[in-house]
């Protein structure tokens, strides 16, 4: 079982900057694929990033490479999302998700959720 408390969403202009944090309570914290997705309203649910706790491998979508840094702190068994150059079409839910074991490439396979938190950028 994990249990997940994102926080660090909030409104923000084109250009600016979040940070997105996500606490994870688990008893193997260091074999678990942390990761962030996304959901715009009207939208499917994207992922946006992971990483594999044990390793820091991460894994990135195209639209958020090179903008997004997915980064872990494990003496805090927290996950943070460093979203830079934000635009409009960054505006979603957030959700932190986590499964046991090694990330995919499609970012697939997550089992444990938490409740989101809401990015805006304005135009």
Not at 48 to 59: D, F, K, R
Not at 98 to 117: D, E, H, I, K, V
Request: hydrophobic share 30%; with cysteine; glycine share 10%.
């Amino acid at each position: 079982q994990v249990q997940l408390v994102e926080s660090g969403g909030g409104s923000v202009q084109a250009g600016g900057s979040l940070r997105l944090s996500c606490a994870a309570a688990t008893y193997a914290y260091i074999s678990i694929c942390m990761g962030w997705f996304r959901q715009a309203p009207g939208k499917e649910r994207e992922g946006v990033a992971s990483i594999y706790t044990h390793t820091s491998h991460t894994y990135y979508a195209d639209s958020v490479k090179g903008r997004f840094t997915i980064s872990e702190d494990n003496a805090k068994n927290t996950v943070y999302l460093q979203m830079n150059s934000l635009t409009p079409e960054d505006t979603a839910m957030y959700y932190c998700a986590a499964m046991y074991g090694p990330c995919t490439p499609n970012l697939s396979g997550f089992n444990y959720w938490g409740q989101g938190t809401q990015v805006t950028v304005s135009s």
